[in-house]
């Protein structure tokens, strides 16, 4: 490893040169790829630095507790004990540092919940976690976008909802998310008091490139009619919704939450475009575990990540057996805790694969 890692050094000071090469400071295209390399090593090095550090301060106080006076060795001797613990945490930091990246992490994503088993209450509980997840959203200072939302019945609910959530590293943070999400509560409706329980679903798909997914008109059919939901004046006077369906896959994406057909069509073919990319990656993935079929599920209330029950105010992550009693507050967009230790188990399952 450490041999990995001064060879990542060497680079990052080349890399350095050239960023301040008038050349290259002068081509942007050329200027831009290898900052984005820079910045993509930047963390491993500076951190192999300060483990470099640490190991020169350990062999040093080594030294001294061989030839040092009784004074110096007592100071030696203590502070080796807090350079070790140091040491070994900066190890498995690297180590982490260094495992393959999935390159969608610094990715924007498309969010999209829908309801399963339930009914109605499942329609309600789709609010509920669009709400959370723009509340989370909006704690971290990033922006949030309805793409497409379809309304059921007269009590706020939603079939589903689509959203867009922009930031650099949106996909490595949210990705965890994609599953079946189980809600244990007293519908409003309920009048003898039962508890009932309804699924949600919610797939976390990474935005992808013109580039990468390059769609043939040819293979669209395009229908635009009357918007059906909120909107505003022009909704059910102007053909502005937008369904685009592509053919060789039997894709189908609409949207209708703007009120200009272009924008509505532009959405949809951005949606388009993450959903063939998670199809192509599925395809290429031998284990297809990112799958959007496997990320959701059937919808079927007995394929859970996650329960949120009403009653007793927890929610439990089933994947990483965590409960959190504080339901109202992760309602509320603070499911961080839920993220990072997801985030910190599946780094632990890719390093025990690493080490096999």
């Given at each position: 490893?450490?041999?990995?890692?001064?060879e990542?050094?060497?680079?990052?000071?080349?890399?350095?040169?050239?960023?301040?090469?008038?050349?290259?400071?002068?081509d942007?295209?050329?200027?831009?790829?290898?900052?984005?390399?820079?910045?993509?090593?930047?963390d491993?090095?500076?951190?192999?630095?300060q483990?470099?550090?640490?190991?020169?301060?350990?062999?040093?106080?080594?030294?001294?507790?061989?030839?040092?006076d009784e004074?110096?060795?007592?100071?030696?001797?203590?502070?080796?004990?807090?350079?070790?613990?140091?040491?070994?945490?900066?190890?498995?930091?690297?180590?982490?540092?260094?495992?393959p990246?999935?390159?969608?992490?610094?990715?924007?994503?498309?969010?999209?919940?829908?309801?399963?088993?339930?009914?109605?209450?499942?329609?309600?509980?789709?609010?509920?976690?669009?709400r959370?997840?723009?509340?989370?959203?909006?704690?971290?200072g990033?922006?949030?976008?309805?793409?497409?939302s379809?309304?059921?019945?007269g009590?706020g609910?939603?079939?589903?909802?689509v959203?867009?959530?922009?930031?650099?590293?949106?996909?490595?943070?949210?990705?965890?998310?994609?599953?079946?999400?189980?809600?244990?509560?007293?519908?409003v409706?309920?009048?003898?008091?039962?508890?009932?329980?309804?699924?949600?679903t919610?797939?976390?798909?990474?935005e992808?490139?013109?580039?990468?997914?390059?769609v043939?008109?040819?293979?669209?059919?395009?229908?635009?009619?009357?918007?059906t939901g909120?909107?505003?004046?022009?909704?059910?006077?102007?053909?502005?919704?937008?369904?685009?369906?592509?053919?060789?896959?039997?894709?189908?994406?609409?949207?209708?939450d703007?009120?200009?057909?272009?924008?509505?069509?532009a959405?949809?073919?951005?949606?388009?475009?993450?959903?063939?990319?998670?199809q192509?990656?599925?395809?290429?993935?031998?284990?297809?575990?990112?799958?959007?079929?496997?990320?959701?599920?059937?919808?079927d209330?007995?394929?859970r990540?996650?329960?949120?029950?009403?009653?007793?105010?927890?929610v439990?992550?089933?994947r990483?057996?965590?409960?959190?009693?504080?339901?109202?507050d992760?309602?509320?967009?603070?499911i961080?805790?839920?993220?990072?230790t997801?985030?910190?188990?599946?780094?632990?399952?890719?390093?025990?694969?690493?080490?096999r």
């Amino acid at each position: 490893m450490l041999e990995k890692l001064r060879e990542i050094e060497k680079r990052y000071e080349e890399l350095e040169q050239l960023l301040s090469d008038p050349a290259v400071i002068g081509d942007y295209n050329g200027y831009k790829k290898y900052g984005k390399e820079h910045s993509d090593i930047s963390d491993v090095v500076l951190t192999y630095r300060q483990y470099e550090k640490t190991r020169l301060q350990l062999d040093e106080n080594r030294e001294l507790l061989k030839e040092g006076d009784e004074e110096l060795k007592a100071l030696a001797k203590e502070e080796n004990s807090q350079l070790q613990e140091k040491l070994e945490a900066l190890n498995r930091e690297l180590t982490v540092l260094l495992l393959p990246k999935d390159p969608n992490d610094e990715r924007n994503v498309f969010l999209e919940i829908r309801a399963g088993t339930g009914g109605e209450e499942a329609s309600l509980f789709v609010a509920d976690l669009f709400r959370m997840y723009a509340r989370y959203a909006e704690r971290c200072g990033w922006k949030v976008e309805v793409v497409n939302s379809s309304q059921s019945g007269g009590m706020g609910g939603f079939k589903e909802i689509v959203l867009l959530i922009e930031w650099k590293a949106a996909y490595g943070r949210l990705k965890y998310e994609s599953g079946v999400h189980r809600v244990q509560r007293v519908p409003v409706t309920e009048a003898q008091g039962r508890i009932h329980t309804s699924a949600v679903t919610v797939a976390v798909l990474p935005e992808a490139e013109e580039v990468e997914v390059e769609v043939d008109p040819n293979d669209l059919r395009i229908d635009v009619y009357r918007s059906t939901g909120h909107g505003g004046q022009s909704v059910n006077t102007t053909d502005s919704a937008v369904r685009i369906t592509h053919l060789p896959t039997g894709l189908v994406v609409t949207c209708q939450d703007e009120k200009s057909q272009h924008k509505n069509r532009a959405k949809a073919m951005k949606v388009l475009r993450a959903r063939l990319l998670d199809q192509m990656r599925a395809e290429q993935d031998a284990s297809i575990s990112q799958t959007r079929k496997l990320q959701v599920g059937s919808g079927d209330r007995s394929e859970r990540i996650r329960t949120y029950n009403f009653p007793q105010g927890r929610v439990t992550d089933h994947r990483v057996n965590l409960t959190l009693y504080n339901l109202e507050d992760i309602l509320d967009g603070a499911i961080q805790p839920f993220i990072d230790t997801l985030i910190t188990h599946y780094q632990a399952e890719a390093l025990k694969g690493a080490a096999r």
